[in-house]
């Protein structure tokens, strides 16, 4: 399957030297499902890509990307 | 608690429940296999409730989702093949159990199929299906 969406939340993460736990805590999600979205294999509903853009202060296009 | 110890304790509780249940059996002792089982599941109930870690989100809905989908296709494939089976030989071989049988495990089939579409038609207009027209 081809990867259509990609993200930028490892590099924001890094940016503000945040762990994948505490990125999952605020945003009420399991850290595998962290693990998953920065390794493109889940795809996030749009409330829970809304919740990680506002997290890093960021828009959704800033840190999630559709690839056709 | 973290993840980590939530899941050593979801182990020690599976091996204790494990464990009593053996014991129970190997003492021929059915009181003893359901207590274990019961104080296994009410004891990781409120482990559960207690803990404010997450342990289910959206991506293990999703899976679990999928998952129960494929269970349900599989299990209900291979009940229906069973019965076939179960039905044909009861009829050629003139077995009034085998064809029972085959009679329980085609009702079984069917009782799945209407317990999805009841239960698929429901999350779908939970979730918006409607069958108005568009404007």
């Known amino acids: ?68 | 608690m973290n993840y980590q110890q939530f899941k050593r304790i979801k182990i020690l509780t599976t091996s204790f429940v494990s464990a009593t249940v053996a014991v129970a059996v190997v003492y021929n002792n059915i009181i003893l296999a359901l207590a274990g089982v019961i104080i296994g599941m009410i004891f990781l109930f409120f482990v559960r409730k207690k803990t404010k870690i997450i342990l289910v989100d959206e991506r293990v809905q999703n899976i679990a989702g999928q998952a129960a989908r494929l269970t349900y296709v599989i299990l209900t494939m291979t009940i229906a093949f069973l019965s076939l089976i179960f039905l044909g030989s009861g009829r050629r071989m003139n077995d009034i159990n085998y064809e029972t049988l085959g009679v329980i495990l085609s009702y079984t089939t069917l009782f799945s199929i209407a317990l999805y579409s009841l239960s698929y038609k429901y999350i779908s207009k939970k979730y918006g299906e409607t069958d108005d027209e568009q404007d």
């Open chain 1, 1 to 68: 399957m081809e990867k259509q969406m990609t993200n930028k939340i490892k590099v924001y993460r890094a940016m503000r030297n945040m762990t994948q736990e505490e990125l999952a805590n605020k945003v009420d999600v399991t850290r595998q499902t962290i693990i998953a979205i920065e390794k493109n294999k889940y795809v996030p509903s749009l409330g829970l890509a809304f919740k990680i853009a506002r997290i890093f202060g960021e828009t959704i296009e800033n840190i999630f990307h559709y690839e056709k």
